[in-house]
Antibody, heavy 124, light 110 residues
Framework: QVQLQQSGPGLVKPSQSLSLTCAISGDSVSNSNVVWNWIRQSPSRGLEWLGRTYYRSEWNRDYAVSVKSRITINPDTSKNQFSLQLNSVTPEDTAVYYCARDNNVRGNHIFDYWGQGTLVTVSS | QSVLTQPPSASGTPGQRVTISCSGS????????GYWFQQLPGTAPKLLIY???QRPSGVPDRFSGSKSDTSTSLAISGLTSEDEADYYC???????????FGGGTKLTVV
């Protein structure tokens, strides 16, 4: 059974960086059949895909245009996890952040496992 | 403003069939598959439909998906109170090279 366990602070000051980690159990961050995503949800912006990382002979990262200049998603093979860093945050970045697995077997996209969600509030 | 357009609300009575629509464009649903998620209060979204019409294992066949041109729809038959939730459509969008979502539809079973 795959489990994704999120961790990170729930309060970040404006202009600082938001950092979250998604620890994986029951799968490997290097699994070449899956893609690891970060998605957030807020009342004002709804569900918003932020980016993803995946291994296909080498590590790949794709980011949403809306956050591309501020975001980094990194895998950590030693700890079997992946992380999200979002720089220069504003109150607009206040949201519930989710990590999610996209099971990419046979070209399908099955978002089958999600983290528990982390409410991150940007406030001084 | 979400890229995919859904009605904000829908309702039905127990046992009834309800359909939720999702309108996109030629860069997303028009050329890529539609996806549907169910979100119960306080929980993460759960995938109901992938590749327009496919159900992941464990999803009842009361849930079905369809697609026409740049729109996708989710139908729920035999409504029960357990179906009260928010429903979101999604698709990969080639113009932004990313996943886009609808604004969500709140389903009420009255």
């Amino acid at each position: 059974q795959v489990q994704l366990q999120q961790s990170g602070p729930g309060l970040v000051k404006p202009s600082q960086s938001l950092s979250l980690t998604c620890a994986i159990s029951g799968d490997s961050v290097s699994n070449s059949n899956v893609v690891w995503n970060w998605i957030r949800q807020s009342p004002s912006r709804g569900l918003e895909w932020l980016g993803r990382t995946y291994y296909r002979s080498e590590w790949n990262r794709d980011y949403a245009v809306s956050v591309k200049s501020r975001i980094t998603i990194n895998p950590d093979t030693s700890k079997n996890q992946f992380s999200l860093q979002l720089n220069s945050v504003t109150p607009e970045d206040t949201a519930v952040y989710y990590c999610a697995r996209d099971n990419n077997v046979r070209g399908n996209h099955i978002f089958d496992y999600w983290g528990q969600g982390t409410l991150v509030t940007v406030s001084s | 403003q979400s890229v995919l357009t859904q009605p904000p609300s829908a309702s039905g009575t127990p046992g009834q069939r309800v359909t939720i629509s999702c309108s996109g464009s030629s860069s997303n649903i028009g050329i890529n598959s539609g996806y549907w998620f169910q979100q119960l209060p306080g929980t993460a979204p759960k995938l109901l439909i992938y590749r327009d019409i496919q159900r992941p294992s464990g999803v009842p066949d009361r849930f079905s998906g369809s697609k026409s041109d740049t729109s996708t729809s989710l139908a729920i038959s035999g409504l029960t109170s357990e179906d009260e939730a928010d429903y979101y459509c999604a698709a990969w969008d080639d113009s932004v090279a990313g996943w886009v979502f609808g604004g969500g539809t709140k389903l009420t079973v009255v």
